[in-house]
Structures are given as structure tokens and as C-alpha cells.
């Protein structure tokens, strides 16, 4: 299913227009502000194509998506009129000021101010190790002119992280958003730069300003966009209406400058310096019980937002010392979650789930994005998910001790591991490299051994009672020939059980009960001796009812009605008499996964109501010789 099918199912869910307050996404989440959550069934919701898993988060309904969550956020946004600026999360579903208590509305202003930013810091993080590599290897000289440049693209998005933050913050407030980036550009304008790395006393008209340097700051400019938002609401008030175009942007701007320097500015400067310090204070006497801590426990915080959501006070304290917590924590659970996924996909049998696993697999491994792995994989089977925690804790014991360090903000993974590189101190990204190395393959090794508690493909038979042998089932259906038919597979491929595609349509049989093969050949065959009901016109579908009275239809492929029946070569007609083995269809799989199409084909008894029972068979390879299910 498209991207653009799935956006109108999750907005349809969500309780469209009407429901929405507001939405925003970060890197992987689409997060609405809904205004009755109550109306969502967070279980249809999962079901949607594309979609991992949800998450209620600080008043937020948030639908985990993936690295493809712009793409539907861009369809969603289109269906209807609804704000998607942070400004809605500030107030409530009346329009009134959000209250709640003071930990839901810190982590909310954070998160919401952090997340738009998250996607430029990533990119200037990267090209930062790009350039560590490329220096080390000695590709590069750290004096050339190239260098200097492209220094200057990485370093943007951290040095000007005070005009960026007032941006998001004042959408946040509703402060007049360009009064809040002169504010930011105050803190970072060069000549007050010059005047504090003069190293002499600084005073503004007898005040003491405090010589601190606010580039790539983050706690100054959120205290004082938050203060801009009382400021302008008493300036509303004081300022005469006749002369409040001119006098109130002087004095917005001259009181803020005024009182950014003098007051807010060091207070969020020595608030950073705090957080430095107990930062530097865990690395100096609790490394070792707080590294195992974060590693292990980090797929929980990025199940809960927070890893992003708390950014702004681990970039403050990265910028006064090599960040030794929550990149070195993240390098572990990444690499982990990559690995228990791949051997998942390793170890399964069904073909769908090693698809979804080896995907999330190289997601977490060399993009450090997890959420597929988490949502779509480990949390799903949870052993996985305790393999990578317990490789976590015993990592992150080996990083509290040797205290490693990253020298760049960047998500952590293989393709970024140069961001542990410092050529004063060579072994810092020797012990990244084992973390890595370890990480890996203790989660392997511990998802293979303790196994996971995969969902059946294969359906028991009639008499539950049996449960213990499935061929001992198969021989119970057989000795009832009389009240039970069979249907043959119309296609070699790989048998599955039907709420297992991936179309809600048909995984909640909404037309009916069956099954679904994974065809390995183009060639589709008659399933029984019957007429063919039903051509459909893109030849992607057909309808046939068996002599015994099963209706069916035979669904080449998901959405492949789009292809308009390019595909497929039809080699019957509507009416026509079939016996059992006769060639319906021949379908070019390969043009269909080429135009972005799954090829699973559905096995449908739409009239299942009119049965007892629809049983799949319990093999999970079959042809057009081997019985797909049988009707009771």
C-alpha cells in the first residue's frame, strides 16, 4: 500500500479535520495533538500499512512511522486544515494555555522545540564526522581552504542554534517570531562576540554583563523566548493603540537585549554550566553504574520520545566537554537493536517477517534510526528486545569504565562511528569499535539463543482439542472428506496465514476468510473444478466459485489495481468452465516489484460466512499440486 493510501487511513482513524488540533513529526513520529483521543481505536491504527506502533506522549497521540515519515506527513497535511506548527502544543484543546504538571509541560516545550531541529543537526553532525574521517586518513589537511568550508557546513546548524531555537520557541509561545530571532542573533551578533573575547570587563550603561559566549547555546534563548511571551502581553497593555507600531518593537527589542545580557543570558549560561557539571560529575564517580543504565534502558526512552525530547540539556553539556552519557549509551542500543533484528530475520521462517526484520536491521545498524527495529520487531517479540537491554547493561559497564567519549553529535551507528575518532586520544575509538563489535554480537547470539515467540503462520485444525500435532489435525479434516472440501494453492510459493498481509482489507478479512501465498512463479492455476464468476477489468483480480459452492477470489498483489492490468495476461474469461489445473493468469512478478508493488496474493473465500470453518493447511510451501486450506 502507498504511502499516500495509508496517510488517508491514519487520518481517517485519527478522526480526520474535525479531531485534529494539530500535527507535526519529528524524525520518525507523526505527532497530532488530538482533540478527543478517546475516539482513536489505537488498534486499527496499528494495523495500517506503514505503520509500527503508537505512542501517547505528553498529550501528543503520536503514530511511529519510520524514515519515511515525511512522506506521509506531506499526504496527511493535505487532507485537511489543521495547524502544523508546534504554536497548538503551548494550549489546550479550548485554546487556553496548557497546564498539567510541571514535568509534562517542560518535556513538551522541549521536545517541541527540539524536534524540527533535529533533522539539521543530524546532517551537521555527519558532515563533522565525515571530516574527522577524512582528516585522520590524512585525505584532507586540516589548514586547507576546503576544509575551513566545509567546516563552516557542519558547524551551522550547532553555532546558530540560537536563532534556530527562537524560531521553534516563539512558534511554541506565540511570540512574535522575528522579534524572537533578533533576540538569538543579539546573543551571537560578532561585535558582542569581539567584546567578550577582548577578556575585559563588559558593563551595558553601569550594568555588569556577564563575558559568556552564546553561540551554540540552547538554555539561554528557550528562557528568553519564554520571557519575550509575558513581555509582549504587557507591552499590548501599556503601549497606546495610536503609537504601538512604533514604540512597542523599541521597547520589545531594547528590553529583551537589555535584559538577555544582563539577567536571562548568565542564568542560562550558568544552568548549562551546571548541567556540564553533573554531567562531568556522573563520568568522574558513577560511570560505571550509570552507563549500563542508559545503554540498557535507551530502547525504552526512544519508545517514549524522550531521547530527543532531552537533547537540548545533553548538547549544553556536550558543548563543554565530549559528551560520555547519552551518544556512547545510544552507540550500544543502536547497534543492539540492529543486531537482534537481524537475527530475527536469520532465524524466522516466514518470509514477511525477515523482510520487515532486515530492513529495521540495516535502519538501526547504519543509520542509527530504531524505531523499525523497536516497533516493528523487538518490542513486538520482546526476547529480542531483552537480548539487546542485557548487551546494553554489559557494554555500557565497559564504557563507564574506560569512559568513552564522542567528539561529534551524530546519531550513533556504523556509518557514523568516526564521531568516537580524537587523535589525542587513539584509544577512545578503539573502544568504540569493540562496544560496537560487542554489542553485536552478544545481542545476536542472545536473540538466537533465547528465541522469540513468533506469531503462528499456520492455522490449527477443526478439533481445537488437537492442538498438540498438526498433522494429527490435517488427518481429522481428511476423515471428514464428506463435509470438507479442499482448495488448492493456485501458485507455487510460500503459504501464509491471512492476518498476516500486509492490507487491513484482507488481514481483517473483511471480505472473508483464507489465506495468502507468496507467489515464486508467474504461472496462477485453477484451485478447484468450477466457472470463472468474475474477470476483474485491470486483470489484477479474479472471482471464481468451485462446483461445491466456495466462492473466491484470487488477488494477485497488494494496490496492484494501480498497474491497470500492464502485468498480466488473463487467459480466461468471465463464465468460462475451469477444471482444476487449468492456467488462469500468467503475472510478470518481476514488473510488479519493480513498479514498487508486494506480490503477496491473497486467497479469499468471500462467501467464509456460509461455512463452519476455513483451515489453512499446515505446510508452508506449496503448488498448485498441494492443498492451500480446506472449507468446513
Not at 49 to 78: E, F, L, R, T
Not at 245 to 264: C, W, Y
Not at 597 to 622: A, G, H, I, M, R
Request: proline share 5%; glycine share 6%; hydrophobic share 45%.
Amino acid at each position: 500500500m502507498s504511502a499516500k493510501d495509508s496517510a488517508k487511513q491514519i487520518y481517517d482513524e485519527v478522526g480526520g479535520e474535525a479531531n485534529i488540533n494539530y500535527l507535526t513529526h519529528c524524525v520518525t513520529r507523526l505527532r497530532f495533538r488530538l482533540k478527543d483521543e478517546s475516539k482513536v481505536d489505537d488498534e486499527k491504527v496499528k494495523q495500517i500499512p506503514g505503520v509500527m506502533g503508537i505512542n501517547h506522549q505528553n498529550g501528543q497521540y503520536q503514530v511511529i512511522i519510520g524514515n519515511a515519515v515525511s512522506d506521509y506527513y506531506d499526504q496527511v497535511v493535505k487532507l485537511g486544515k489543521f495547524p502544523t506548527d508546534e504554536s497548538a502544543d503551548a494550549t489546550d484543546n479550548t485554546g487556553n494555555e496548557k497546564k498539567g504538571n510541571l514535568f509534562d509541560q517542560f518535556t513538551s516545550f522541549i521536545s517541541s522545540c527540539m524536534s524540527p531541529l533535529i533533522p539539521a543537526l543530524i546532517g551537521g553532525g555527519m558532515i563533522k564526522v565525515i571530516l574527522i574521517l577524512l582528516t585522520t586518513v590524512g585525505w584532507m589537511s586540516t589548514k586547507s581552504q576546503t576544509y575551513t568550508i566545509i567546516s563552516v557546513f557542519g558547524d551551522a546548524p550547532f553555532y546558530f542554534l540560537p536563532i534556530e531555537l527562537a524560531i521553534t520557541a516563539s512558534k511554541y509561545h506565540k511570540v512574535n517570531q522575528m522579534m524572537a530571532v533578533i533576540a538569538g542573533a543579539i546573543l551571537i551578533h560578532p561585535d558582542f562576540i569581539s567584546l567578550v573575547n577582548s577578556g575585559k570587563t563588559i558593563h551595558l550603561m553601569g550594568l555588569p554583563v556577564t563575558a559568556a559566549s552564546y553561540s551554540s547555546s540552547v538554555i539561554p534563548i528557550l528562557l528568553i523566548v519564554w520571557a519575550m511571551k509575558y513581555l509582549e502581553k504587557f507591552l499590548d497593555k501599556v503601549v497606546p493603540a495610536s503609537f504601538k507600531s512604533i514604540l512597542k518593537p523599541l521597547l520589545e527589542i531594547f528590553i529583551v537585549g537589555v535584559v538577555s545580557l544582563v539577567i536571562i543570558g548568565p542564568i542560562g549560561t550558568w544552568a548549562g554550566e551546571l548541567l556540564s557539571g553533573i554531567v562531568l560529575l556522573i563520568q568522574k564517580h558513577a560511570a560505571w553504574l550509570a552507563m549500563p543504565l542508559m545503554a540498557a534502558f535507551m530502547p525504552l526512552i526512544v519508545m517514549t520520545g524522550m531521547h530527543w525530547a532531552f537533547s537540548p540539556i545533553f548538547l549544553a553539556a556536550s558543548f563543554a566537554t565530549p559528551d560520555s552519557l547519552i551518544l556512547p549509551a545510544m552507540l550500544a542500543a543502536n547497534i543492539g537493536q540492529g543486531a537482534a533484528s537481524l537475527a530475527v530475520a536469520v532465524k524466522t521462517k516466514n518470509k514477511n517477517t525477515r523482510q520487515v526484520a532486515s530492513a529495521a536491521a540495516v535502519s538501526a545498524l547504519l543509520a542509527g534510526v530504531t524505531e523499525p527495529a523497536l516497533y516493528g520487531v523487538t518490542l513486538k517479540y520482546k526476547k529480542p528486545l531483552y537480548a539487546s537491554m542485557i548487551s546494553g547493561a554489559i557494554t555500557g559497564l565497559f564504557m563507564g569504565i574506560v569512559n568513552l567519549r564522542s567528539f561529534a553529535f551524530a546519531v550513533p551507528s556504523i556509518l557514523s562511528i568516526p564521531q568516537f575518532v580524537n587523535n589525542k586520544i587513539p584509544s577512545n575509538f578503539i573502544y568504540a569499535i569493540i562496544v560496537l563489535i560487542a554489542s553485536f554480537i552478544i545481542t545476536f547470539v542472545l536473540t538466537m539463543v533465547l528465541g522469540f515467540n513468533e506469531e503462528p503462520q499456520v492455522a490449527s485444525a477443526t478439533d481445537t482439542d488437537s492442538k498438540k500435532n498438526n498433522d494429527v489435525a490435517a488427518t481429522k479434516i481428511e476423515s471428514g472428506a464428506k463435509e470438507t472440501k479442499k482448495v488448492y494453492s493456485p501458485v507455487k510459493g510460500e503459504l501464509i496465514t491471512l492476518d498476516s498481509v500486509n492490507d487491513p482489507t484482507f488481514a481483517q478479512k473483511m471480505l472473508g476468510d483464507g489465506v495468502a501465498v507468496i507467489p515464486e512463479d508467474n504461472n496462477f492455476y485453477a484451485p478447484f473444478d468450477g466457472v470463472v464468476e468474475t474477470v476483474f477489468p485491470t486483470k489484477h483480480a479474479i472471482g471464481l466459485k468451485s462446483d461445491t459452492g466456495i466462492e473466491m477470489l484470487i488477488h494477485i498483489g497488494l494496490d496492484t489495481v494501480e498497474l491497470k492490468g500492464e502485468p498480466y495476461d488473463v487467459k480466461v474469461k468471465d463464465k468460462q468452465r475451469i477444471k482444476k489445473g487449468d492456467l488462469l493468469v500468467v503475472a510478470d512478478l518481476a514488473a510488479i516489484k519493480k513498479a514498487g508493488y508486494d506480490t503477496v496474493t491473497p486467497l479469499v473465500v468471500t462467501n467464509s460466512k456460509e461455512f463452519v470453518e476455513v483451515v489453512p493447511n499446515e505446510k508452508t510451501t506449496v503448488d498448485n499440486g498441494t492443498v492451500a486450506f480446506y472449507v468446513v
